[in-house]
């Protein structure tokens, strides 16, 4: 079983920059696919990016790519994603999710990850 839990988010102006760390538990975490995803309200939960487990590939999704930036610790069993030139539309709560998913593309699916953090919030001002 592995536990996840988010920091890092906050209230920031648009243009500002955020890191979020999740940290886990548990001693298999450089066996999981690490992906972060949001979710605001109203809306379903949406792709961020994600680092797979083995060959340090990183994805992003098209909006992010190029503002974000994936990373993940093994030593230290946390996975962080840095966030800059925020905008409004960055508003959501953040969760990071495992997976131990292996077919190709199932990173985008949040149904394809077996463990979940609660979620940190994260607002942009305009």
């Known amino acids: 079983q592995v536990q996840l839990v988010e920091s890092g988010g906050g209230l920031v102006q648009a243009g500002g920059s955020l890191r979020l760390s999740c940290a886990a538990s548990?001693?298999?975490?450089?066996?999981?696919?690490m992906g972060w995803f949001r979710q605001a309200p109203g809306k379903e939960r949406e792709f961020v990016a994600a680092?797979?487990?083995?060959?340090?590939?990183?994805y992003y999704a098209d909006s992010e790519k190029g503002r974000f930036t994936i990373s993940r610790d093994n030593a230290k069993n946390t996975v962080y994603l840095q966030m800059n030139s925020l905008k409004p539309e960055d508003t959501a709560a953040y969760y990071c999710?495992?997976?131990?998913?292996?077919?190709?593309?199932?990173?985008?699916?949040?149904?394809?990850?077996?463990?979940w953090g609660q979620g940190t919030q994260v607002t942009v001002s305009s």
């Open positions: 999710a495992a997976s131990s998913c292996s077919g190709s593309g199932c990173y985008l699916r949040p149904t394809e990850y077996d463990h």
């Open positions: 548990g001693r298999t975490f450089s066996s999981y696919t």
């Open positions: 680092f797979i487990r083995s060959g340090g590939w990183r």
